[in-house]
């Protein structure tokens, strides 16, 4: 079985709630995990796949039920116009669509996407994700020199590999250690890459097909789009005939907590008197995926009916064998019940702001550790925690992040991830069932592993290990 380089976690026997066990009877605190949304094994999931397989557990061809209703369900979870809804396998899928359905509709293959931004593995996900080519150089060489110079740290900002389209990466909107670090400026600073992006285009008499950003950037190191940045972004692209996707698959269904799609956060109540620069703004597509089906394969694009008309008559016909097969389209439905009747959008919200006071707390508290608690972000049981060795220099504690990883799993049986471009970023994005029990399990242990950095004569010249 092809896998990484690194060697396969084991941790993979049995699941329950927000933890697994391995082969050998030992329990694992997960902490990573957001593809089972509602807890591994839970019972209502396992009960609606039951039912369904013992029913009918395939595409027939025909439209089925639990389709119609899913999709009924999840327009009704998205403001006006959003209203037509795709049914597919993975995000990869949801998010390849979102790209033909731009395509189709602007004319224009353009593309503005952002540094350190993870779309899919298929190949037109993959030219838009240069989280894969940052990481592995894999299209090294075929990196065009059209825009040489401009939006990136690196001096390159537009490639396209084997693709008639021009891709346009922007830098990431990172005010800890980005290129631009004043939250006074920084969201003009940012938005003005893109603005340049379009600008270009037009100079060439080329439209803009789509700016596709996440949510919320996960493997770039939980970056949220700071406040006025994206109206600021959509503001620019839509004046250029673009659409707007948002790539919800990392951080849908309430796991922001303050709401219940990533894009939705931080906008200003109706009525309310707040600053208008994050008045909502409602992408053209929006996909959605990973815990659909708390880890039945799921996925789905929802767009307007102005771009899905256009779609259909300009666009290559679609059909997906098991797109919407009644099986996984149960489980969808039952992941959107368990939201609801536990109210995991608030509970996500109230456990998340505890992890993150407890992260405060340690940080002003300190370690002596060789490593520096820089900075702790996101929303509700999405955090990254960046490690720096110096808060004047913020160098990242690349090494020290990944002994610390390896420490938590092998010795304190918790399950961490790290991201972000220097690799020095634990992820938390756990199932949404996760307690403040299980918190207080995570931080104790954190605090332990951090100490034992102690104990390591030169912490930077160890090996990179397996998340």
């Not at 990573?32 to 395939?58: D, E, I, M, P």
């Not at 189709?104 to 030219?127: D, F, K, M, P």
């Not at 707007?244 to 109706?270: C, M, N």
């Not at 991830?417 to 220097?422: A, K, L, V």
Request: aromatic letters at 8%; a negative charge.
């Amino acid at each position: 079985m092809y896998h990484s380089s690194f060697q396969l976690a084991s941790v993979n026997s049995q699941g329950q709630g927000a933890h697994l066990m391995d082969s050998e009877g030992r329990t694992f605190l997960d902490t990573r995990n957001n593809v089972c949304h509602v807890g591994h094994q839970n019972s209502a999931v396992v009960k609606a796949v039951q039912s369904q397989v013992a029913t009918l557990n395939t595409n027939t061809r025909y439209l089925h039920p639990n389709a119609s209703l899913l999709a009924q369900r999840l327009a009704s979870l998205l403001p006006d116009p959003l209203s037509v809804v795709f049914l597919v396998n993975s995000g990869s899928e949801a998010n390849d669509l979102a790209l033909r359905l731009a395509r189709a509709y602007t004319g224009s293959r353009n593309t503005i996407v952002v540094e350190g931004a993870y779309h899919g593995h298929t190949l037109a996900c993959l030219e838009v994700s240069p989280y894969k080519y940052e990481h592995s150089g894999e299209f090294e060489g075929k990196l065009s020199s059209q825009n040489e110079g401009s939006g990136n740290c690196d001096g390159r900002n537009t490639w396209s590999p084997n693709s008639p389209g021009g891709i346009w990466k922007v830098p990431r909107p990172d005010t800890f250690r980005g290129l631009h670090r004043n939250p006074e400026t920084a969201v003009d600073d940012y938005s003005s890459y893109v603005k340049e992006a379009c600008s270009s285009f037009a100079s060439r008499d080329e439209g803009v097909g789509a700016f596709i950003m996440e949510g919320g950037m996960s493997v770039a190191g939980v970056i949220l789009p700071p406040t006025g940045y994206i109206q600021k972004c959509v503001g620019a692209v839509r004046s250029h005939g673009g659409l707007y996707i948002v790539d919800e698959v990392q951080t849908e269904f309430g796991r922001l907590g303050s709401s219940f799609w990533a894009f939705q956060h931080g906008w200003s109540k109706p009525g309310s008197r707040a600053d208008r620069t994050n008045s909502p703004v409602i992408p053209d597509i929006v996909t959605c995926g990973k815990p659909f089906g708390n880890g039945m394969p799921l996925a789905a694009v929802v767009t307007t009916r102005e771009v899905s008309d256009k779609f259909e008559s300009m666009g290559v016909e679609l059909f997906c064998t098991f797109g919407g097969n009644p099986v996984s389209c149960a489980a969808g439905l039952a992941v959107l019940d368990e939201i609801e009747r536990k109210g995991l959008q608030k509970h996500a919200e109230e456990v998340g702001a505890y992890i993150q006071d407890g992260f405060w707390d340690l940080s002003r508290r300190g370690s002596d550790a060789p490593v520096v608690i820089g900075d702790i972000r996101g929303s509700g049981l999405f955090i990254g925690i960046e490690l720096v060795r110096d808060m004047k220099t913020l160098e990242p504690a690349s090494a020290e992040t990944s002994f610390i990883c390896s420490i938590l799993k092998e010795k304190y049986h918790v399950l961490t991830s790290i991201d972000g471009p220097d690799e020095n970023v634990f992820v938390i994005k756990p199932p949404l069932v996760f307690s403040k029990k299980d918190a207080d399990e995570f931080l104790a242990s954190f605090e332990k592993a951090l100490k034992e950095l102690h104990h390591v004569p030169d912490v930077r010249k160890l090996s990179k290990t397996p998340t």
